[in-house]
């Protein structure tokens, strides 16, 4: 045997585990056993049966039939890259994250890029909204900003998050179609929930189908606080903006990509990044306090709407720099758990319900897919600052503390104890006051207006595919009842942008508006548009 390298060890909780790999010459099993023969199973005689006792062919076997772990719920399909982020305009006044306010300093980072509704098989340049995860190692712990690359989102309340999915993904008897484009059960849904549709023009515009991830903004979507050193809150929205500009290829583009090489976009990431073109964006934020909150035309707790720069105008902060390819795609780019509950000290949530119930989901839906509640060992997750505590155990547990005191208070162990109010995490202490009920907000019913600016704010190509892509979309869909749905919606945001798109579906029965009520039930109960289809 060879001497194992430093660079076959990783170390956990003060001790050296020897994983595969390095430069160990020789093939051994996984408990270090040198292999004589790779090449030939081991038989009762030549042509006879395969001996149980082979222990090396059962290992290989068994390692194999495992190395599938579920995909993703939803972003399934993703590429990352690790890389830098560099602070060039201090936030102190703000916040007191360090991340925010040491200027110069450089942050460890790993950034992955997904689509959606695809699995991950799925082809890169399928129509769908991009998701857009920043895990940044800050010393003062993780923080991750686990956005899209659209500033707005479908639904008000994570209530409604698996009906989203279920409806977008593929249908449960059919398996098809995988993406979020043309079908009855996105559109079904779509239709009959008001509050898409400002994500819904977003998703038809030509952000869906960018050039590159390289090419797309990313948006942290929820209003989230920044607290300063006395404990001051203020509101901040993250965006990050590409060096390269936003750019999208066209749908009939799209189309022959995704036949041609449905791994367009992963490649053009893996590519730059070897040849040196390190992909770049500059970190902005919308900084606003609570005067302007209640001044504003929206509720800021309502992710299907934007801040317009025109009001609070983008300051640039700093930038991200990705440039070091994956060494493993399995271990990094699979592996790798984004949760929103992620925040350092300096950096709050809201009560923005869709953020709220995200901080359930992701830490859930990892403890299955990462299989048990120790993938925060696994290097791609693990913070690169000192951490410690008393959890222990488990499935994968890599740590091996001594002694005996795995609680506090402890008077075996006098270190045991030590917590830092003044440094550690503390929540904001927001009071809150009302009647604890299942009602949405009113400041969260117009679901029109930001659609209908956004509409207007492209330039007429823009507007045209739009327009096209819905055509294109509903033209997919099969029930009636669901396109004239869709298109009564639509007269909400423009009656003439309905009756381009009710022409190109050759759709020629009068429109008719669509309740505006943001309950879907409600309307459905009481909505003349619903009894006039039944009919
Ligand atoms: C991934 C839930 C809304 C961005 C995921 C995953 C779940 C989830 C379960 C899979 C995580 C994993 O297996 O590691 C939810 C729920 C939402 C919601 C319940 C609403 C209630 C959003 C929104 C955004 C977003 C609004 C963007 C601001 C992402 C991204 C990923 C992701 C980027 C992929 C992270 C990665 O690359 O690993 N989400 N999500 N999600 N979500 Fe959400």
Redesign the pocket.
Known sequence: HAETSPADLIGSGGELHQVSGGSHPQMTTNQGVVIADDENSLRANPRGPTLLEDVSLLEKLQHFNHERIPE????AR?AAAHGYFELTDSLAEFSKAKVLTEVGVRTPLFT?F?TVAGNAGSADTARDVR???VKLYTSEGNWDL???NIPV?F?QD?IK?PDLIHAAKQEPDRGFPQAQTAHDTFWDWASLTPESTHMLMWIMSDRTIPRSFRMMEG????SFRLINHAGASTYVKFHWRPALGSQAVVWDEALKISGGDPDFHRRDLWDSIEQGAFPKWELGVQLFDEAFADSFDFDILD?TKLIPEELVPLRVIGHMVLDRNPDNYFSETEQ???CTTHVIPGIDFTNDP?LQ??NQ??LD??LS?LGGPNFAQLPINAPRCPMRNFQRDGHMQMGTPKGRVSYSPSSLSPTTERQDPVNGFVSFPAQESGDKMRVRSETFADHYSQARQFFFSQTEPEQNHIVSAFIFELSKVETEAVRTMMLSRLVNVDEMLAKRIAEGLGHDAPLVAAPTKFAARTDLATSPMLSMLAK
């Open positions: 993703r719920v939803v972003h993703g992955r997904s998701g857009f995860a686990v956005g899209n989102f639904i994570a998050f948006f942290g979507v929820h992710s790798v758990a984004f869709l119930g995200r989901s992701y839906t990892q897919r």
